[in-house]
């Protein structure tokens, strides 16, 4: 008894979302999700430099993949709600928007660095794209691609 | 050695929450007013400058930073 | 859900905290100082430009002006009158102990690259330059940053920096250093490395702390030549240039913390010791406290207190130096404590605009007290 409960104390960060996992019903239901769509999940915040680079490319992306039935669903984890809101209206971001002060989401998918980008298809997390990148909107493309 | 494994247990995980931080809670810890002079590089800059010219010591707040004619 | 390593993803993370203050902004400061009431005054404004190429890349460069002018205490002849090269056999009604003044011009430049690596460890490598009319100053610097574990809570870096400085000597009377022919001034080579090794630790979502243990080396002219000491006051006074060791090591440790207290208040603490071969010991404390009133405005103050022992060659006195090798009357060398005391303000007219401004008081209630405000702008883009 002893041995599993060491283990689950040390073991509890790997239990995170990883490509191949399914998004639990509850997530699901406090992200919007339906189960037979393909969403981009970005977690940002307006503390994240990297966030706020990458966040006019995923809205510029998000436009062109609302064609093709694929909807961007931001997360805000800033913990100060009037930030929170005073940052996406600053960058004029027209995608749904969840915000996660108390990280009751995120830490579901657990990611070990931010900005963090998962692509959930009917409920599955397919991809995962981690820390900054340059032309996130190139890798989401990619990934979304490799999902076809 | 039962008494010791709950002991070690209950030890360990009083450590882990040092530096046991997610990357989504470091948004206190990114704000200018967690640095010196608000982040100000070119106040600081100045200050130590200011602190190498008048006094007689150096050094601690990292190797960057040039010379002066201030011997 | 499957339960899976989650160690193949670990590379390829990123802790978005650490690209904290890389971000694109021109900052512009004037600072203006003033010693003594007068007595010295500087006025530097300066600008520094950051610049983030991509996710892997911060580019930072500064550069700025100091126009300096005013005195500083030495020995000299009353009969040449108040300057650094009244020197000479001289009696003992004419040795004074007084202000000699100057007036310079210097201009600097720095420049430094962060390179973040696939596991987002960092390399930075920094140049720096600066010029007087007396004295080149050039460095090189790198230091390597690694995170020791996948969140990014613990860190070590590991830095060192090399100078080739060069101060013109200028001959009043045919020192020994200068070139007896010609009298012209000559240059002498000054060779510095310095390395610092540090840990930060995120301690919790509201505070972190950093040790780090430094150390340095000089070697080449270390004197100041326009500092004077007396020898032989008793018998036959002589004024001449000071004289100090022509190397000199270094070492000490500095703990850094800070914390935040409320979600208005933050406080930052650090402390110093550090000793070297010239026997000066010093320790130095500094307290910081940062307030956001609101969203736009922000307050600041800090105190710092700062004592060392004097240096073995040292003495202020004009009776002390006969014929010893190292001699300096140099104030600098001697033990004293300073206070220094600090407020500031800032104000964001916008998210990309902001105004700072600030005063700080520096004492050393042995020898002088400064002022110095600093007023400037930094523009995010």
Redesign the interface.
């Not at chain 3, 193949?8 to 690209?19: E, F, G, K, N, P």
């Not at chain 3, 890349?57 to 108040?82: H, R």
């Not at chain 3, 010609?182 to 979502?205: C, H, P, Y």
């Not at chain 3, 040292?314 to 033990?335: H, P, W």
């Given at each position: 008894m002893?041995k599993i409960?060491?283990v689950m104390?040390f073991v509890s960060s790997l239990w995170a979302y990883q490509p191949g996992d399914v998004v639990s019903p509850e997530v699901g239901q406090k992200l919007g999700l339906q189960s037979d769509k393909t969403y981009v999940i970005d977690?940002f915040?307006?503390?994240?430099i990297s966030c706020k680079h990458e966040l006019p490319l995923i809205e510029k992306l998000s436009r062109t993949l609302r064609m093709k039935n694929i909807e961007v669903v931001g997360v805000d984890?800033?913990?100060n709600l009037n930030q929170a809101k005073a940052f996406q209206q600053e960058l004029g971001l027209t995608f749904s928007v969840v915000n996660d002060p108390k990280?009751e989401v995120?830490?579901h998918f657990?990611?070990?660095?931010?900005p963090a980008v998962y692509i959930v298809k009917n409920a599955k997390v397919t991809h995962m794209i981690l820390g900054a990148k340059d032309h996130i909107d190139r890798l989401i493309l990619a990934a979304l691609k490799e999902e076809k | 050695m039962?008494y010791f494994?709950?002991a070690a247990?209950l030890f360990?995980?009083g450590c882990?929450?040092?530096?046991?931080?997610?990357?989504?809670?470091?948004?206190?810890?990114?704000?200018?007013?967690?640095?010196?002079?608000?982040?100000?590089?070119?106040?600081t800059?100045?200050?130590k400058h200011?602190?190498f010219s008048?006094?007689?010591?150096?050094?601690?707040?990292?190797?960057?930073?040039?010379?002066?004619?201030c011997? | 859900m499957q339960l899976k390593t989650r160690l193949s993803y670990i590379a390829a993370s990123l802790?978005?905290?650490m690209h904290?203050?890389a971000e694109n902004y021109v900052?512009v400061?004037f600072?203006g100082?003033d010693e003594d009431s007068g007595r010295t005054t500087v006025l530097?404004p300066?600008v520094?430009v950051n610049y983030d190429y991509g996710a892997d890349y911060t580019v930072?460069m500064?550069f700025?002006v100091d126009g300096i002018s005013g005195a500083s205490p030495t020995f000299y002849d009353a009969a040449s009158g108040a300057s650094a090269g009244s020197r000479g056999t001289t009696t003992q009604q004419n040795v004074r102990y007084g202000d000699v003044s100057y007036d310079d011009v210097?201009k600097?430049v720095?420049a430094?690259v962060v390179k973040r690596l696939e596991s987002r460890d960092e390399v930075?490598v920094?140049l720096?330059?600066?010029s007087?009319s007396?004295?080149y100053?050039?460095?090189i610097?790198a230091?390597y940053l690694h995170y020791l574990?996948s969140?990014?809570?613990?860190a070590v870096s590991l830095?060192?920096?090399y100078?080739k400085?060069a101060?013109l000597v200028h001959c009043y009377n045919g020192e020994s250093q200068c070139d007896a022919a010609s009298g012209s001034s000559q240059r002498f080579d000054?060779d510095?490395i310095?390395?610092?090794l540090g840990f930060t630790?995120?301690?919790?979502?509201?505070s972190?702390v950093k040790v780090?243990l430094?150390?340095?080396r000089e070697e080449g002219f270390?004197?100041?030549p326009y500092m004077n000491v007396v020898r032989n006051y008793n018998t036959l006074p002589h004024i001449t240039e000071e004289r100090?060791p022509d190397t000199r090591t270094?070492y000490?440790?500095?703990l850094w913390y800070?914390r935040?207290v409320t979600e208005k208040l933050?406080l930052?603490g650090d402390y110093?010791y550090?000793h070297d071969d010239?026997e000066?010991d010093?320790h130095?404390v500094?307290l910081?406290a940062?307030?956001?009133l609101n969203s736009r405005w922000?307050v600041?103050a800090g105190v710092r207190y700062?004592t060392?022992s004097a240096?073995k060659f040292y003495s202020g006195k004009k009776e002390f130096f006969t014929g010893q090798k190292y001699a300096s009357s140099d104030r600098?060398?001697s033990d004293f404590d300073?206070f220094t005391y600090k407020f500031?303000a800032?104000y964001a007219f916008s998210k990309v605009l902001q105004l700072?401004t600030?005063v700080?008081y520096?004492n050393?209630p042995d020898w002088f007290d400064?002022i110095?405000y600093?007023i400037?702008v930094?523009r995010s883009f």
């Amino acid at each position: 008894m002893f041995k599993i409960f060491t283990v689950m104390i040390f073991v509890s960060s790997l239990w995170a979302y990883q490509p191949g996992d399914v998004v639990s019903p509850e997530v699901g239901q406090k992200l919007g999700l339906q189960s037979d769509k393909t969403y981009v999940i970005d977690f940002f915040a307006s503390w994240c430099i990297s966030c706020k680079h990458e966040l006019p490319l995923i809205e510029k992306l998000s436009r062109t993949l609302r064609m093709k039935n694929i909807e961007v669903v931001g997360v805000d984890v800033d913990e100060n709600l009037n930030q929170a809101k005073a940052f996406q209206q600053e960058l004029g971001l027209t995608f749904s928007v969840v915000n996660d002060p108390k990280g009751e989401v995120i830490k579901h998918f657990d990611p070990v660095g931010m900005p963090a980008v998962y692509i959930v298809k009917n409920a599955k997390v397919t991809h995962m794209i981690l820390g900054a990148k340059d032309h996130i909107d190139r890798l989401i493309l990619a990934a979304l691609k490799e999902e076809k | 050695m039962h008494y010791f494994m709950i002991a070690a247990i209950l030890f360990l995980g009083g450590c882990s929450h040092i530096g046991n931080v997610k990357p989504w809670e470091k948004g206190t810890l990114a704000k200018e007013s967690m640095q010196n002079n608000r982040g100000n590089r070119l106040l600081t800059k100045f200050e130590k400058h200011v602190y190498f010219s008048k006094e007689a010591s150096k050094g601690g707040g990292g190797v960057a930073g040039g010379g002066c004619g201030c011997n | 859900m499957q339960l899976k390593t989650r160690l193949s993803y670990i590379a390829a993370s990123l802790l978005c905290v650490m690209h904290l203050g890389a971000e694109n902004y021109v900052n512009v400061q004037f600072i203006g100082y003033d010693e003594d009431s007068g007595r010295t005054t500087v006025l530097t404004p300066q600008v520094e430009v950051n610049y983030d190429y991509g996710a892997d890349y911060t580019v930072n460069m500064s550069f700025g002006v100091d126009g300096i002018s005013g005195a500083s205490p030495t020995f000299y002849d009353a009969a040449s009158g108040a300057s650094a090269g009244s020197r000479g056999t001289t009696t003992q009604q004419n040795v004074r102990y007084g202000d000699v003044s100057y007036d310079d011009v210097r201009k600097f430049v720095a420049a430094s690259v962060v390179k973040r690596l696939e596991s987002r460890d960092e390399v930075t490598v920094g140049l720096n330059y600066s010029s007087e009319s007396d004295y080149y100053a050039g460095e090189i610097s790198a230091e390597y940053l690694h995170y020791l574990d996948s969140s990014k809570n613990s860190a070590v870096s590991l830095g060192a920096a090399y100078q080739k400085n060069a101060v013109l000597v200028h001959c009043y009377n045919g020192e020994s250093q200068c070139d007896a022919a010609s009298g012209s001034s000559q240059r002498f080579d000054i060779d510095v490395i310095n390395a610092e090794l540090g840990f930060t630790q995120v301690i919790d979502k509201n505070s972190l702390v950093k040790v780090s243990l430094f150390g340095g080396r000089e070697e080449g002219f270390l004197s100041n030549p326009y500092m004077n000491v007396v020898r032989n006051y008793n018998t036959l006074p002589h004024i001449t240039e000071e004289r100090k060791p022509d190397t000199r090591t270094s070492y000490g440790a500095t703990l850094w913390y800070a914390r935040s207290v409320t979600e208005k208040l933050a406080l930052i603490g650090d402390y110093r010791y550090y000793h070297d071969d010239w026997e000066i010991d010093s320790h130095t404390v500094n307290l910081e406290a940062n307030y956001n009133l609101n969203s736009r405005w922000g307050v600041g103050a800090g105190v710092r207190y700062y004592t060392q022992s004097a240096a073995k060659f040292y003495s202020g006195k004009k009776e002390f130096f006969t014929g010893q090798k190292y001699a300096s009357s140099d104030r600098r060398m001697s033990d004293f404590d300073s206070f220094t005391y600090k407020f500031s303000a800032e104000y964001a007219f916008s998210k990309v605009l902001q105004l700072n401004t600030g005063v700080t008081y520096y004492n050393q209630p042995d020898w002088f007290d400064a002022i110095y405000y600093t007023i400037g702008v930094k523009r995010s883009f």
